[in-house]
């Protein structure tokens, strides 16, 4: 007999923890799985925030034009080769386009597709959970369980409050991830040197970024760079573990307000 659960969007969805059987097969014999007894919340699994607990891959085609979309349906199509690799994504785009939503739909669909555990972190929130750690002298647990996630996404990374010390905890993170060739989503507004020919504007006008992939242009002041917030190694690393997709459109929350 299979175990259905309703989703957030009203309809059936087979259980992803036992597939239906009502059941979990673990080293000392079958257990009863835990969607018997309640149902069960992916988003809360996968820490989304809860206005994410709906998102949906099917969805995003209505807020991205169709290069956005080849480029996030390409890879998950070949996700097994980029898991391998410990190849993610790198969502760039100015606030509200998007980015987060995308990101959430992906890391369900990851789950519900592939039964790849992921985890959801957004930078400034980890900033306080990690000084709570420190406080409670148990700093270690978290960064460890971040560091071995399979999939972890770093959302708003650059808009965090960025003192020394939180530097030196995300540089560590992000490297040891590489190093372990770790799946790491990203999410931010800041764009990377490595994306970008950069060309210097006189009078301290900034620089002018040309995307490689479209060849669209634009200028932009130096600290709306990666770079500036981590250094150019760490962006490097990124740009080797990452497959960046700029995100265009308007901004989806103001829509709601502005008319």
Not at 96 to 104: L, N
Not at 133 to 158: H, I, M, Y
Request: net charge positive.
């Amino acid at each position: 007999m299979e175990v259905k659960l309703v989703s957030q969007m009203g309809r059936d969805k087979v259980c992803p923890l036992c597939g239906g059987t009502g059941f979990i097969i673990t080293e000392r014999g079958a257990k009863k799985c835990r969607c018997l007894y309640r149902s069960f919340n992916l988003g809360k699994f996968l820490n989304l925030p809860k206005r994410f607990w709906d998102a949906d891959i099917r969805r995003i085609r209505f807020n991205v034009n169709q290069e956005t979309l080849h480029a996030i349906y390409a890879y998950l199509r070949d996700f097994k080769s980029f898991y391998r690799d410990g190849i993610g994504l790198l969502f760039i785009g100015e606030p509200g386009v998007g980015k987060t939503y995308i990101v959430s739909a992906v890391l369900k669909y990851l789950y519900l597709r592939y039964r790849v555990r992921g985890f959801f972190t957004d930078t400034k929130e980890l900033s306080i959970k990690l000084r709570e750690q420190f406080e409670n002298g148990k700093p270690a647990q978290l960064l460890e369980a971040l560091a071995r996630v399979p999939v972890l996404v770093l959302d708003d990374l650059g808009n965090e409050v960025l003192t020394d010390w939180y530097r030196d905890i995300l540089v560590g993170l992000i490297s040891r991830r590489y190093n372990d060739k770790k799946v790491t989503f990203v999410t931010t507004n800041y764009f990377p040197s490595f994306m970008v020919g950069e060309i210097e504007l006189p009078q301290g006008q900034g620089v002018k970024i040309v995307e490689r992939s479209t060849g669209q242009s634009q200028s932009i002041p130096k600290e709306r760079l990666l770079d500036s917030r981590f250094g150019s190694h760490v962006v490097s690393r990124l740009g080797e573990m990452t497959i960046p997709i700029v995100v265009r459109g308007r901004d989806q929350r103001l829509k709601k307000v502005v008319y």
